[in-house]
């Protein structure tokens, strides 16, 4: 067959009742009618929990948000140059880094 009829974890464990019993308490206050994402982020940090709400992007916005990124500029995660076919490209570099003194890979 298919998929179980009922959710089964990828892990077991000897705490599996605990993480079911826990699971159930959350999917219930988190369907709760009248709740909404900001409400929730809002409890979260009253309390004291780091909370931060996905944000709806489309897929060009969110290549922008990492191929602006001034971090991931000054890191070479994403890098910029010219070709001859395609005129000016960026992309995502090299994501692996080999330390502080590792240098940043290889010029593109």
Do not use: C, K
Not at 20 to 36: C, H, N, P, Q, Y
Not at 91 to 97: K, N, Y
């Amino acid at each position: 067959g298919g998929l179980p009829a009922a959710y089964a974890p990828v892990r077991g464990g000897v705490h599996d009742a605990d993480a079911r019993a826990a699971e159930a308490v959350l999917a219930g206050a988190f369907g709760a009618e009248g709740t909404s994402a900001t409400g929730w982020v809002d409890r979260l940090r009253s309390v004291g929990a780091a909370a931060e709400p996905v944000a709806e992007v489309d897929r060009d916005a969110f290549r922008r948000g990492i191929l602006d990124d001034p971090v991931n500029r000054a890191l070479h995660r994403s890098v910029a140059y010219d070709t001859g076919e395609w005129g000016h490209f960026e992309q995502i570099g090299p994501l692996l880094r080999l330390g502080p003194d590792g240098g940043t890979g290889p010029d593109l």
